[in-house]
Protein backbone atom coordinates (compact mmCIF):
# COMPACT_ATOMS: atom_id res chain seq x y z
CA UNK A 1 0.00 0.00 0.00
CA UNK A 2 3.24 2.76 0.95
CA UNK A 3 4.58 1.70 -2.36
CA UNK A 4 1.29 2.38 -4.48
CA UNK A 5 1.05 5.70 -2.63
CA UNK A 6 4.28 6.52 -3.31
CA UNK A 7 4.30 6.07 -6.53
CA UNK A 8 1.18 7.61 -6.89
CA UNK A 9 2.23 10.89 -4.80
CA UNK A 10 5.29 10.73 -7.19
CA UNK A 11 3.77 10.76 -10.06
CA UNK A 12 1.16 13.30 -8.81
CA UNK A 13 3.85 15.93 -8.42
CA UNK A 14 5.91 15.19 -11.21
CA UNK A 15 2.42 15.53 -13.48
CA UNK A 16 2.11 18.95 -11.59
CA UNK A 17 5.32 20.70 -12.75
CA UNK A 18 4.51 19.67 -16.17
CA UNK A 19 1.37 21.20 -16.78
CA UNK A 20 0.93 24.90 -17.48
CA UNK A 21 -1.37 27.18 -19.40
CA UNK A 22 -1.09 30.66 -21.16
CA UNK A 23 -2.81 31.88 -17.57
CA UNK A 24 0.17 32.77 -15.39
CA UNK A 25 -0.65 32.77 -11.70
CA UNK A 26 0.50 35.05 -8.87
CA UNK A 27 2.66 34.74 -5.46
CA UNK A 28 2.53 36.05 -2.84
CA UNK A 29 4.12 39.19 -3.61
CA UNK A 30 1.98 39.52 -6.66
CA UNK A 31 4.83 38.16 -8.55
CA UNK A 32 3.48 36.01 -11.98
CA UNK A 33 4.58 32.66 -12.16
CA UNK A 34 4.69 30.94 -15.43
CA UNK A 35 4.55 26.75 -15.06
CA UNK A 36 8.01 25.57 -16.53
CA UNK A 37 9.78 22.83 -15.31
CA UNK A 38 12.55 25.82 -14.79
CA UNK A 39 10.01 27.67 -12.33
CA UNK A 40 8.45 24.11 -10.91
CA UNK A 41 12.30 23.00 -10.03
CA UNK A 42 12.91 23.02 -6.23
CA UNK A 43 12.21 21.03 -2.99
CA UNK A 44 8.71 20.97 -1.95
CA UNK A 45 7.06 19.34 1.49
CA UNK A 46 3.10 17.84 1.60
CA UNK A 47 0.71 20.33 3.26
CA UNK A 48 -2.43 19.10 2.51
CA UNK A 49 -3.95 16.63 0.78
CA UNK A 50 -7.91 16.11 0.56
CA UNK A 51 -10.51 13.70 -1.32
CA UNK A 52 -12.82 15.73 -4.03
CA UNK A 53 -16.10 14.89 -4.76
CA UNK A 54 -20.15 15.69 -5.46
CA UNK A 55 -20.62 17.03 -1.65
CA UNK A 56 -17.05 19.13 -1.69
CA UNK A 57 -13.86 18.36 -0.30
CA UNK A 58 -12.78 16.38 2.83
CA UNK A 59 -9.50 16.35 4.37
CA UNK A 60 -7.41 13.19 3.49
CA UNK A 61 -3.45 13.90 4.73
CA UNK A 62 -3.33 11.17 7.55
CA UNK A 63 -5.25 9.01 5.75
CA UNK A 64 -2.97 9.31 2.88
CA UNK A 65 0.50 9.78 4.51
CA UNK A 66 1.94 8.15 6.86
CA UNK A 67 3.37 10.57 10.19
CA UNK A 68 7.03 9.74 9.14
CA UNK A 69 5.91 10.52 5.29
CA UNK A 70 4.98 14.51 6.48
CA UNK A 71 8.42 16.02 6.68
CA UNK A 72 9.85 14.27 3.40
CA UNK A 73 11.51 16.27 0.67
CA UNK A 74 10.77 15.77 -3.19
CA UNK A 75 13.01 17.89 -5.10
CA UNK A 76 12.51 19.01 -8.85
CA UNK A 77 15.23 19.58 -10.54
CA UNK A 78 15.93 21.73 -13.68
CA UNK A 79 17.74 18.97 -15.61
CA UNK A 80 14.59 17.07 -15.35
CA UNK A 81 14.98 14.30 -12.57
CA UNK A 82 13.78 14.17 -9.27
CA UNK A 83 14.54 12.72 -5.45
CA UNK A 84 11.99 11.83 -3.50
CA UNK A 85 13.86 11.55 0.01
CA UNK A 86 12.56 9.70 2.69
CA UNK A 87 13.43 12.78 5.73
CA UNK A 88 13.61 13.28 9.39
CA UNK A 89 11.46 10.63 11.02
CA UNK A 90 12.64 7.80 8.35
CA UNK A 91 9.65 5.35 7.16
CA UNK A 92 10.03 1.67 7.27
CA UNK A 93 11.09 0.59 4.83
CA UNK A 94 12.04 3.88 3.99
CA UNK A 95 10.62 5.38 0.49
CA UNK A 96 13.49 7.54 -0.93
CA UNK A 97 13.21 6.92 -4.65
CA UNK A 98 14.51 8.99 -7.85
CA UNK A 99 13.37 9.40 -11.28
CA UNK A 100 12.54 11.86 -14.57
CA UNK A 101 10.42 14.11 -14.14
CA UNK A 102 8.85 17.01 -16.85
CA UNK A 103 5.31 19.30 -17.36
CA UNK A 104 3.21 19.51 -20.05
CA UNK A 105 2.53 23.30 -20.50
CA UNK A 106 -0.27 23.52 -22.80
CA UNK A 107 -2.35 20.75 -20.78
CA UNK A 108 -1.17 21.90 -17.43
CA UNK A 109 -0.15 17.84 -16.62
CA UNK A 110 2.84 17.06 -14.47
CA UNK A 111 4.57 14.13 -15.25
CA UNK A 112 6.65 11.59 -12.76
CA UNK A 113 8.20 9.21 -13.95
CA UNK A 114 5.13 7.90 -15.92
CA UNK A 115 2.17 9.15 -13.51
CA UNK A 116 0.87 12.31 -13.84
CA UNK A 117 -1.55 15.32 -12.15
CA UNK A 118 -3.29 18.24 -13.40
CA UNK A 119 -1.72 21.45 -12.05
CA UNK A 120 -4.50 23.26 -10.04
CA UNK A 121 -2.46 26.31 -9.01
CA UNK A 122 1.53 27.36 -9.09
CA UNK A 123 2.26 30.45 -6.58
CA UNK A 124 6.11 29.78 -7.26
CA UNK A 125 5.66 28.76 -3.08
CA UNK A 126 2.60 26.69 -3.54
CA UNK A 127 1.79 24.02 -5.95
CA UNK A 128 -1.57 22.56 -5.86
CA UNK A 129 -2.49 19.33 -8.31
CA UNK A 130 -5.24 16.57 -8.56
CA UNK A 131 -4.84 13.02 -9.35
CA UNK A 132 -6.99 9.51 -9.65
CA UNK A 133 -6.13 7.15 -7.11
CA UNK A 134 -6.15 3.70 -7.63
CA UNK A 135 -9.61 2.99 -6.69
CA UNK A 136 -10.99 6.15 -8.79
CA UNK A 137 -10.77 8.69 -6.09
CA UNK A 138 -10.14 12.59 -6.99
CA UNK A 139 -7.14 13.73 -4.46
CA UNK A 140 -6.33 17.04 -4.39
CA UNK A 141 -2.48 17.71 -2.76
CA UNK A 142 -0.72 21.12 -1.81
CA UNK A 143 2.84 21.54 -1.87
CA UNK A 144 4.70 24.02 -0.37
CA UNK A 145 8.22 24.65 -1.49
CA UNK A 146 10.97 24.78 0.66
Given at each position: ??????????????????????????????E??E???????????????????????????????????????????????????????????????????D????????????????????????????????????????????
Amino acid sequence: MRSLFFALTTLFIVSSLFTGCKKKELDDTGEECEISVAALAGKYKIVAASYVGAAGERDALHDIYDDCELDDINELRADGTFIYTDAGKICDPSGSTSGTWDVNVGSRMLILNSGTSTILSFTCKELVVTYRGGDGSLIKETYRKQ
